[in-house]
């Protein structure tokens, strides 16, 4: 079974509208974290938000926020106000600390957002 | 600047060759990786090293090999490679405080053709 799951391979915004990217994740590890990483067409892997399982209040950094409902499983993220260049591949991640010490994220297959001017 | 070097930048090799792509961070982490990633299929973990001297295998290993012999260097060797190895390979490193991981930071890639 998949630990990450991205049902969207797709998606399309209006420039400055708000987009919601799906995520769902499946661990019986009491203690992990979920990451979303943006991947521009240039390729590098840019880090955006962390929300750790224990955190009581959503993430939030700038335009980006986490709505993360643990007993749902779900760790979606929000893009406020889309700009052109948030066009770019989003990869929903999470860490589990399996084996006491192998700290591993595990992907998703990723959404393609495009924001339409 | 402090981050993750690999190289080469891109390569095209030929089926059946041996190919060491290297991947060189000077931020002191403890813990690295390398993944690959395909369309479709995200990233997916190879290989990696919780500290230097010990190595693991993540979830496709078949065909590649690693090493840790420091703290700053992680190459990743295909023995023999074969067109099914044809990705972009993402080297990434990580620090962990208090038991706790909170994230990695990415070379740029390597894009491998393989023919």
């Known amino acids: 079974a998949q630990k990450i799951t991205q049902t969207q391979p797709g998606m399309f915004v209006q420039e400055k509208e708000a987009v919601t990217l799906d995520c769902t994740y499946d661990?019986?590890?009491?203690?992990?974290?979920l990451f979303w990483y943006k991947q521009p067409s240039s390729g590098e892997m840019i880090f955006l938000i962390y929300?750790?399982?224990?955190?009581?209040q959503n993430a939030t950094e700038g335009r980006y926020s986490l709505n993360f409902q643990k007993a749902r499983k779900s760790a979606n993220l929000v893009i406020s106000a889309s700009q052109l260049g948030d066009s770019a591949m989003y990869f929903c991640?999470?860490?589990?600390?399996?084996?006491?010490?192998?700290?591993?994220?595990?992907f998703g297959k990723g959404t393609l957002l495009t924001v339409n001017p | 600047i402090a981050g993750i070097t690999q190289a080469p930048t891109s390569q095209i090799l030929a089926a059946g060759r041996r190919m060491t792509l290297r991947c060189t961070q000077d931020?002191?982490?403890?813990?690295m990786y390398w993944y690959r990633q395909d369309l479709g299929l995200g990233l997916r973990l190879i290989h990696y090293?919780?500290?230097?001297?010990?190595?693991g295998k993540g979830e496709v290993p078949d065909g590649y090999s690693v090493s840790r012999a420091n703290t700053d260097d992680f190459p990743l060797t295909l023995a023999s490679a074969v067109p099914s190895q044809t990705s972009v390979y993402f080297c990434?490193?990580?620090?962990?405080?208090?038991?706790?991981?909170?994230?990695?930071?990415f070379g740029s890639g390597t894009r491998l053709t393989v023919v």
């Open positions: 990434a490193s990580s620090d962990v405080y208090g038991g706790q991981l909170y994230g990695y930071t």
């Open positions: 661990t019986s590890d009491p203690s992990y974290g």
């Open positions: 929300q750790g399982s224990y955190d009581q």
């Open positions: 991640a999470m860490r589990e600390a399996s084996g006491g010490s192998n700290y591993k994220l595990t």
């Open positions: 931020m002191r982490h403890n813990a």
């Open positions: 090293s919780n500290t230097a001297g010990t190595t």
